[in-house]
């Protein structure tokens, strides 16, 4: 099937259940502007980790991987009254540009955005007792899933979700001698999953705008 047939689709469910508004079409303009790769998630893909987080009544979510604030907007909108969000994002400049946008959006007070590795926020959220978490939405740097799923699943409590994007890599992920670094790290998310009793999970592979990729949610038991 064709990629322009993917990206109808995705632009027809968009437009009658994942419409934009000014804030989120605003954040998207921003992070054009200003230079910020465009691997946000598609809005179909905003709109179901926000479906996902008030399924669950969330309170609490965790994101790794800020980058202008996209997807933060839609988890943000998914928290009740006096929720709370924290967002990790590596780059300065990234967050420089979603913090605008969560201002633009009234969210400010709802998001606490990070600045730095995710891996060097960990130790900090720990001392501070952050958690635990209802919702945890990963994507950031894709070596590093494995080590972010296995914090995420220490501090998010039962019945929580754990939703970690770009698991499938156009395929690659059945490809054990594939070339791209990220794999083996993917293949390592499953593989723990596939063994541990505290979560049950699955992946759905995503076709559209983006192109070939797939989500994976895990359950926390």
Do not use: C
């Amino acid at each position: 099937m064709a990629q322009e047939t993917w990206t109808a689709v995705d632009e027809y469910v968009s437009g009658l259940l994942a419409p934009h508004d000014e804030a989120l079409a605003e954040a998207l303009r921003a992070s054009e502007e200003a230079g910020l790769p465009a691997i946000q998630v598609s809005p179909p893909q905003g709109k179901l980790l926000q479906v996902l987080a008030q399924s669950i009544g969330a309170r609490t979510i965790l994101e790794f991987g800020t980058l202008g604030g996209y997807s933060t907007i839609w988890l943000a909108r998914a928290l009740p009254e006096g929720g709370r969000l924290i967002t990790l994002e590596a780059e300065p400049h990234n967050a420089a540009v979603a913090a605008a946008n969560l201002h633009r959006a009234g969210l400010s007070e709802a998001v606490d955005l990070r600045v730095g590795p995710a891996l060097d926020a960990l130790p900090q959220l720990e001392a501070e007792g952050a958690g635990p978490f209802d919702f945890v939405f990963i994507d950031a740097d894709k070596a590093n899933t494995p080590e972010y799923f296995a914090w995420s699943l220490d501090h998010t409590g039962s019945g929580g979700l754990i939703v970690s994007d770009n698991v499938v890599r156009n395929g690659e992920l059945a490809n054990p001698e594939s070339d791209d670094p990220t794999i083996p790290a993917q293949r390592r998310l499953h593989e723990v999953q596939a063994t541990d009793s505290r979560v049950e999970a699955t992946t759905i592979q995503v076709v559209g705008a983006k192109g070939h990729d797939g989500l994976n949610v895990a359950l926390v038991a």
